[in-house]
C-alpha cells in the first residue's frame, strides 16, 4: 500500500507515494480524466497498485570492534600507570567475568598474565637500550621496584637483570 486514504485522514510513505497520493485526491476530486492528464505531464503513472519493490538504502550498522586489540593498545601505553583487571574491563566495557572469557579466547592467558609478560618484555627493552638505573627501568615498566623486576624477569627470561643487560646490552 503506497498511501492511505481515511477518509478525513490522508498520509504517504514517501515522496512518490506522495505523488501516487496527489494523483489519487485528483482522480476522487476531479475525475479519472483529468488524474491521467496530469500523470502524463508527470511522466508518472496514474496508478501504481502498491506491489513493486521497495529500494531503500539499509546502510551497515556501525559494529564496535570487539576484539581486545584496542584495550592492549591501550594498555600498552600505560604500563607504567597501575593497571587491574576491573580497570582493564572498565576500558574495554565489560565485566572482569566477560575480560577474562575474551582474554582466555583470544590471547590463550589471563589478563594478569598478559599485564606481566608486556611489562617484562618493556623492561626488557629499556635493558637492551641501555638503561642502567634499574629502579628507572622497573617503574618505567610497571613493576614498581627493583626487587619485583628480578623475579618477573628472571621468572620469564631465566636471567637476573645484570645478566639480561650483559647479553641483549649494547655493547
Known sequence: MLFVDDGDVLTAAGSAAALD??????RRDRGAEIATAVSRRLVFAAHRDGGQRQFVDRPLPVVPDTSLAPVLAWAQQHLDEPLTVARLAARAAVSPATLHRRFRAERGTTPLAWLAAERVALACRLLERGEQRLERVARAAGLGTTA????????QTGLSPSAYRARFGPG
Request: net charge positive; proline share 0%; aromatic share 0%.
Open 148 to 155: 619485583n623486576l628480578r623475579v618477573q624477569l628472571r621468572r
Open 21 to 26: 497520493l496527489g494523483l489519487h485526491l485528483i
